[in-house]
Structure formats: structure tokens, C-alpha cells
């Protein structure tokens, strides 16, 4: 079955960076390029929250204004993975990051629960 790996998280000092990786593994039928990769986000008693988007070939990319200017999404079709760059983090960027794949933009941008295929998710914790 579809299986999204996230890696790279951990414990970083405000200002430091991290990169989030999510691999595909076990698509059938179409490849991952024929899907958007979507980032969101939990804080610990908030609810998920969309952080980032990239279509199908990587040639549009949408960002949370949160995280606008900081954060970098893409992806590596050939690698079946999507990688999300973080930068100049703060401690309100802490919370579990989740990959997301949907063959529509549109769904994957909106978080629904219905998204084809999400990740279990990589805690990122950014002390202060």
C-alpha cells in the first residue's frame, strides 16, 4: 500500500533551520508526479493547519503567510519525495509536520480529511 515517510525534524534553536523530507513509496496506477504535495502542520492543542503546496512539476508553490519567505517547498519527482526547507525558525513554528499527497491542488491546499494520502507525521521543536 502508499506509504508517506516524513524525516527530519528534531530540536532546533530559534533561528536555526531544518529540512523535512517525505518519501512516496507503494504508489500504483499514477506516479508521484501526477500528485500535489501538500505541508501541514499541529501544534499541541491546536488544530492541523495548512503550511505549504507545490503542483504536480514543482512549478507553482503556495505558502501559509506564516511561513512566507522562510519556508521552501519541492519536490524530486524522480525520487518520489517532497522536501520542505525551513529557515529563521521560531518557537511557534513547533508542532508535528505532515506530508500530503492529492492528484488535486485544490484539495490539498484545503487539508481535507478526505486527502488521498498523509503521512504520520515528524515532530519539529524549535526552543527559544
Known amino acids: 500500500q502508499v506509504q508517506l515517510v516524513e524525516s527530519g525534524g528534531g530540536l532546533v534553536q530559534t533561528g536555526g533551520s531544518l529540512r523535512l523530507s517525505c518519501a512516496a513509496s507503494?504508489?500504483?496506477?499514477?506516479?508521484?508526479?501526477?500528485?500535489?504535495v501538500g505541508w501541514f502542520r499541529q501544534a499541541p492543542g491546536k488544530e492541523r493547519e495548512f503550511v505549504a503546496a507545490i503542483t504536480w512539476a514543482g512549478g507553482n508553490s503556495y505558502y501559509a503567510d506564516s511561513v512566507k519567505g522562510r519556508f521552501t517547498i519541492s519536490r524530486d519527482n524522480a525520487k518520489n519525495t517532497g522536501y520542505l526547507q525551513m529557515n529563521s525558525l521560531k518557537p511557534e513554528d513547533t508542532a508535528v509536520y505532515y506530508c500530503a499527497l492529492d492528484t488535486s491542488l485544490v484539495v490539498v491546499k484545503s487539508g481535507r480529511a478526505d486527502i488521498d494520502y498523509w503521512g504520520k507525521g515528524t515532530l519539529v521543536t524549535v526552543s527559544s
Open positions: 507503494g504508489l500504483t496506477g499514477l506516479t508521484f508526479n501526477r500528485y500535489a
